[in-house]
Nanobody, 120 residues
Framework: QVQRVESGGGLVQAGGSLRVSCAAS????????VGWFRQAPGKEREFVAA????????YYADSVKGRFTISRDNAKNTVYLQMNSLKPEDTAVYYC?????????????WGQGTLVTVSS
């Protein structure tokens, strides 16, 4: 089983930037597509972005395309989400998870996530 720890969340003003990280244990992490998801207060969890096992391909939700960038460092077993031009509607708890390749479907149980708050 892959264990993951999300970190890097915090409070930022609208228009600002933040990078969140997902550090994982387990060999399967580096051989799987990994995605970021988020859940805003009172809303369902939604897909944000994903990166294939070797970083060769990425895909995004329309709401973050052009503002967010997902990347990974398999030597560190870590996946990153660089968030630029943040908006108040990006406020949410951000989670990472393994993803069925090419899809937006999570594979594993959820971790504790990291809270991102964007003030207007």
């Amino acid at each position: 089983q892959v264990q993951r720890v999300e970190s890097g969340g915090g409070l930022v003003q609208a228009g600002g930037s933040l990078r969140v990280s997902c550090a994982a244990s387990g060999r399967t992490f580096s051989t799987n597509t990994v995605g970021w998801f988020r859940q805003a207060p009172g809303k369902e969890r939604e897909f944000v972005a994903a990166v294939t096992w070797n970083g060769g391909s990425t895909y995004y939700a329309d709401s973050v395309k052009g503002r967010f960038t997902i990347s990974r460092d398999n030597a560190k077993n870590t996946v990153y989400l660089q968030m630029n031009s943040l908006k108040p509607e990006d406020t949410a708890v951000y989670y990472c998870n393994l993803v069925v390749g090419g899809s937006r479907h999570p594979l594993d149980a959820w971790g504790q996530g990291t809270l991102v708050t964007v003030s207007s």
